[in-house]
């Protein structure tokens, strides 16, 4: 009886050490990975971006000249992206595939040819 008991006891002690040790790793996990893209009439800097199925980024947007827009219909993101401002716009892609970004917002001649790819792999 009384060694049961004892044997409960670090049953219990050992899963709560179990649990902290959890805790711990959480609170630690690695940063969300930082993309940064220049824009600029009429192109996207890097224009061809390959993130992970379930795997959360961050985005950090520049323009070089004017404001433009960064717009990726299938994961209903929009950012403005301003001049002198840096934009985050975070991403999780739930889908794996190649999806087209572009600017949403006229920007002069150039503007209906100014996308990029995402490739999102599993
Ligand atoms: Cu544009």
Redesign the pocket.
């Known amino acids: 009886m009384q060694t049961d008991r004892r044997r409960f006891t670090l049953a219990l002690g050992g899963l709560l050490l179990g649990a902290g040790a959890i805790g711990v790793r959480a609170a630690t996990q690695p940063k969300e990975k930082v993309i940064k893209i220049a824009a600029r009439r009429?192109t996207y800097s890097p224009d061809k971006l390959t993130l992970k199925q379930g795997v959360p980024v961050v985005l950090e947007l520049t323009t070089a000249d004017i404001l433009?827009?960064f717009s990726v219909p299938d994961f209903q993101t929009r950012a403005d992206i301003t001049p002198g401002k840096v934009t985050r716009v975070r991403l999780t892609p739930d889908k794996v595939g190649t999806f087209t970004f572009l600017?949403d917002?006229?920007?002069g001649s150039g503007?209906e040819t100014?996308n990029g790819t995402i490739t999102v792999v599993a």
Do not use: A
Request: aromatic fraction near 22%.
């Open positions: 009429w433009m827009g600017c917002i006229f920007c503007h100014m």
